[in-house]
């Protein structure tokens, strides 16, 4: 074989992909502030919808369906409320510290630090991790997908307590607007439905 073909099928040869390392991951998060991005979901049953997501770290998280289906779920205070649009009732409510999200809604990530991360892996040219509350393994997990260069969340797949499993693909992620504190507070959202 000559020299330029042999070279010619080594760099032909697709490379992997680094995996994304936790410390990297971390910092991602812990350099956001804020996010925005439309999202779409699909559930285990096949259920589809789209959305905008809106984040606020640490600690606060907003998802607004599209119709038909327009449900709202808001996190703040350290609660997650449920908002039912065919309902006048309370929200259903239930602690952050009850779902997975709260291991990338805290105020300072350390996954290399933590006994949370259940897996870490590369596959095609996406680093996945998969974190689980050790202490509270009942609550389900939450696994992250990401982009390098500039790391970047993608999707993720949430897992709840009742075994269902939901993935959420990110579309158009944008960091650092500004994002008024009533977007997540649950009484407001309250006080408005109320009225």
Do not use: C
């Not at 239930?94 to 259940?118: G, I, K, N, Y």
């Not at 996945?128 to 992250?144: K, R």
């Not at 993720?156 to 158009?172: A, P």
Request: net charge negative.
């Amino acid at each position: 074989m000559r020299p330029i073909t042999a070279l010619y099928i080594i760099f032909a040869t697709p490379v992997a992909a680094e995996k994304i390392s936790l410390n990297e991951i971390s910092s991602y998060f812990n350099a956001m502030t804020t996010a925005e991005a439309q999202f779409s979901q699909v559930t285990d049953t096949g259920e589809t919808s789209t959305g905008r997501l809106f984040i606020r770290r640490p600690g606060r998280i907003r998802f607004e369906y599209d119709p038909p289906e327009a449900t709202l779920v808001v996190v703040g205070g350290g609660q997650v409320a449920v908002f039912d649009p065919k309902s006048r009732d309370e929200p259903l409510r239930f602690p952050l510290r009850h779902s997975p999200l709260s291991l990338v809604l805290e105020r300072t990530v350390d996954l290399a630090q933590r006994d949370m991360v259940v897996a870490h892996f590369e596959a095609e040219s996406q680093t996945a991790v998969t974190l689980q509350d050790p202490e509270n393994p009942d609550y389900g997990f939450i696994q992250l997908i990401f982009t390098a260069k500039p790391v970047q969340l993608r999707q993720w797949v949430v897992q709840d307590n009742s075994g269902g499993r939901t993935h959420i693909v990110l579309d158009s992620l944008t960091q650092g607007g500004r994002l008024s504190n009533m977007l997540f507070n649950i009484q407001h959202e309250m006080q408005k439905r109320s009225d």
